[in-house]
């Protein structure tokens, strides 16, 4: 009896003493971490994690990275891009790179829109998008920008000089309405890239835990100097683990992309547009006078942001002809044919945009001749509309153009740019800056930019 007393209480000094050494102590470089080593450190050290996540720990993964072992758990929840939730979450626990000491981060995965939708999923090999970085209290530490599975940005906490600023553009933007966090405390976090002669790109999403988070942030071109594209500044490496589509033995689900959302004026009247510019022909065209206005519904108005509360935005365009005191007025726009993802890529056509609502507008004056080269134009659309290569922007761009109006080019970075991932489109967000910027110029030209405009009807289809 007394010989067994003596095993069990070695055996419970062994445990003990293991246990304090998993705890307290630096771990070696040449240990492994296990996930029941690092589920007894959590439970012994981060007590208010373990109390708030449903932590499952049948779905942990370890992960043999360049600085490390780490252990790897999806968490339930969801940031949030332009009402859409997007991307995953998961909860990193890895050795400190300048303690050795155990550490908890919470890292969000948030794949470009763009990306993620057309690809219809994600992959380590190509990721675009942001990796967000988190301290055991969820506030945030800092970011990495990827592009084609490539470091091409960083992102870190902005002073509170440069945050005010931020919010106070966005604040006093002609934004119809701005985004609020559901949940949490609705604190606001900037974060920027600091790096030199790059693009700055705008976005804002809310994070896993219901807070608002507005970044600035810029993007290179170069290839980083980091030779691990998912670590950042500090050595903090969070690459994601692989997750299966369709689930099953125990491992996570890939989240699926989100369809986009509706289109402004997606359910107007589908017209033939050939049918709509012969009604010009009932006026006379002699002493006849010929106007053109674009009309712009911005993403997120007052912003430069390709997605926000007005899905990727709208461009339509009025055709009016005025003689003898008539005025014969058109008010189109080109569409996908295609429902969720399919939006992004499908067969095109064209709708009555009259009375349509709008945010920035620029009139031309055109002769009859440059009037009838538009008419040409849009009463044969291009078939196949695609948001990166023909949208509603490119079709009022290029039917302006035919005339030689002076529209300026939409054309603006989608997404991210980088090694392999040059992302440009025209876009109704590249569509309202670029009129923007030819107004700042010329304050006499015949832009407007407030919220609140609508339209002229149209006449409709002529037999």
């Not at 890529?345 to 440059?370: C, L, P, Q, W």
């Not at 015949?446 to 405009?453: H, L, M, R, S, V």
Request: charge should be positive.
């Amino acid at each position: 009896m007394k010989n067994y007393f003596k095993i069990a209480l070695a055996i419970i000094i062994t445990v003990s003493a293991c246990k304090k050494d998993h705890i307290d102590r630096p771990l070696r470089g040449e240990q492994q971490l296990t996930i029941a080593q690092t589920r007894l450190w959590l439970e012994a050290n981060e007590k208010s994690i373990v109390k708030k996540y449903k932590l499952q720990w049948e779905k942990a993964a370890r992960l043999s990275q360049s600085s490390g072992d780490r252990i790897v758990m999806p968490l339930s929840g969801q940031p949030t891009i332009g009402g859409h939730p997007q991307g995953f979450r998961e909860l990193s626990i890895t050795k400190s790179p300048k303690t050795g000491l155990l550490q908890a981060n919470f890292v969000e995965f948030i794949p470009d829109a763009l990306y993620f939708q057309r690809k219809g999923g994600w992959a380590k090999a190509d990721f675009t998008g942001w990796a967000l970085i988190y301290d055991r209290h969820y506030q945030f530490l800092s970011g990495i920008l990827l592009s084609s599975g490539r470091k091409v940005g960083e992102m870190l906490p902005a002073s509170n000089s440069q945050r005010q600023q931020f919010i106070s553009k966005i604040n006093n933007s002609t934004a119809a309405q701005q985004p609020v966090a559901p949940t949490g405390t609705g604190n606001i976090q900037h974060l920027f890239a600091p790096v030199e002669e790059c693009t700055w790109t705008q976005s804002s999403y809310i994070d896993s835990e219901g807070v608002l988070v507005i970044h600035n942030q810029r993007s290179c071109t170069q290839v980083s100097p980091y030779d691990d594209p998912w670590t950042d500044y500090t050595g903090i490496e969070v690459q994601p683990r692989e997750y299966q589509t369709g689930g099953g033995g125990g491992s996570p689900t890939a989240p699926e992309p989100p369809a986009p959302s509706n289109l402004p004026g997606e359910d107007s009247e589908k017209v033939n547009p050939k049918k709509m510019m012969d009604c010009f022909a009932q006026l006379n065209s002699r002493n006849a006078a010929y106007q053109v206005k674009i009309m712009v519904v911005e993403p997120f108005p007052g912003t430069s942001f390709n997605l926000g509360p007005n899905s990727f935005g709208h461009v339509a365009m009025s055709l009016s002809k005025t003689a003898g005191g008539q005025t014969i007025t058109q008010t189109i726009g080109y569409y996908p044919t295609g429902t969720g993802l399919s939006q992004l890529h499908s067969k095109g056509i064209v709708r009555d945009n009259g009375d349509i609502s709008y945010n920035v507008g620029a009139s031309y004056f055109t002769d009859e001749k440059g009037f009838q080269k538009i008419l040409d134009y849009v009463s044969n659309p291009p078939l196949t509309y695609d948001f990166m290569e023909f949208n509603c922007s490119s079709f009022v761009y290029e039917a302006s153009r035919s005339a030689g109006l002076p529209v300026p080019d939409p054309m603006t970075q989608v997404g991210f740019a980088g090694p392999g991932g040059a992302g440009y489109a025209r876009t109704p967000a590249g569509m309202g800056s670029a009129l923007r910027t030819v107004k700042a110029q010329n304050p006499k030209a015949d832009i407007t930019t407030n919220p609140g405009y609508r339209a002229p009807a149209s006449k409709g289809e002529c037999p």
